[in-house]
T-cell receptor
Framework: GAVVSQHPSWVICKSGTSVKIECRSL??????MFWYRQFPKQSLMLMATSNEGSKATYEQGVEKDKFLINHASLTLSTLTVTSAHPEDSSFYICSARVTPRTDTQYFGPGTRLTVL | SQQGEEDPQALSIQEGENATMNCSYKTSINNLQWYRQNSGRGLVHLILIRSNEREKHSGRLRVTLDTSKKSSSLLITASRAADTASYFC????????????FGSGTRLLVRP
């Protein structure tokens, strides 16, 4: 099956710093990737849709200047949490849609962000 | 925002028993998918059922879909301790965005 990787798998940073999380599709091209956030013992909340070569589409209530998304190639999307604060601490998960099999999404293993 | 609710929120059963989880959603869908998540890990895709399907099987998994009631159920038969995980349903709407909206999840504990 298709493999999606995320890097780093965990990161601890100081409040006010920016953190970049990478999402890669390893053996397929993904024109669309999705970013989710998950708080402990809660479900996944969709943050944004990342489209290769165009601006990301953010869900209601998600600050686009806070969570910068770049999808520069068909195999890489990045999420940058700018000026991170403790309330941004969460589990961030990406998924990639396999083109042209539109129904199938594959999820990365997630990145645990802890902001001190 | 979340599409819907799952119940129960938590389920504890003995190994060998069957586990049934239910999912309700709010809008029209193209398909509904079930995922499994072990604690602190990513999601594993279990099964996809399309809006024109009523039942689907995969190994020990059986999924039903009732679009008139906007609900789905996941049955795990002959459960094993290794089935302990959180289970989420996710709906793919008819808006062609391919976004998955997740339910609230069921935490399953299978006692050995």
């Amino acid at each position: 099956g298709a493999v999606v990787s995320q890097h780093p798998s965990w990161v601890i940073c100081k409040s006010g710093t920016s953190v970049k999380i990478e999402c890669r599709s390893l053996d397929f091209q993904a024109t669309t990737m999705f970013w989710y956030r998950q708080f402990p013992k809660q479900s996944l909340m969709l943050m944004a849709t990342s489209n290769e070569g165009s601006k990301a589409t953010y869900e209601q209530g998600v600050e686009k200047d806070k969570f910068l998304i770049n999808h520069a190639s068909l195999t890489l999307s990045t999420l940058t949490v700018t000026s991170a604060h403790p309330e941004d601490s969460s589990f961030y998960i990406c998924s990639a849609r396999v083109t042209p099999r539109t129904d199938t999404q594959y999820f990365g293993p997630g990145t645990r962000l802890t902001v001190l | 925002s979340q599409q819907g609710e799952e119940d129960p929120q938590a389920l504890s059963i003995q190994e060998g028993e069957n586990a049934t989880m239910n999912c309700s959603y709010k809008t029209s869908i193209n398909n509904l998918q079930w995922y499994r998540q072990n604690s602190g890990r990513g999601l594993v895709h279990l099964i996809l059922i399309r809006s024109n399907e009523r039942e689907k099987h995969s190994g020990r998994l059986r999924v039903t879909l009732d679009t008139s009631k906007k609900s789905s159920s996941l049955l795990i038969t002959a459960s094993r301790a290794a089935d302990t995980a959180s289970y989420f349903c996710a709906t793919d709407g008819r808006d062609s965005s391919y976004k998955l909206i997740f339910g609230s999840g069921t935490r399953l504990l299978v006692r050995p």
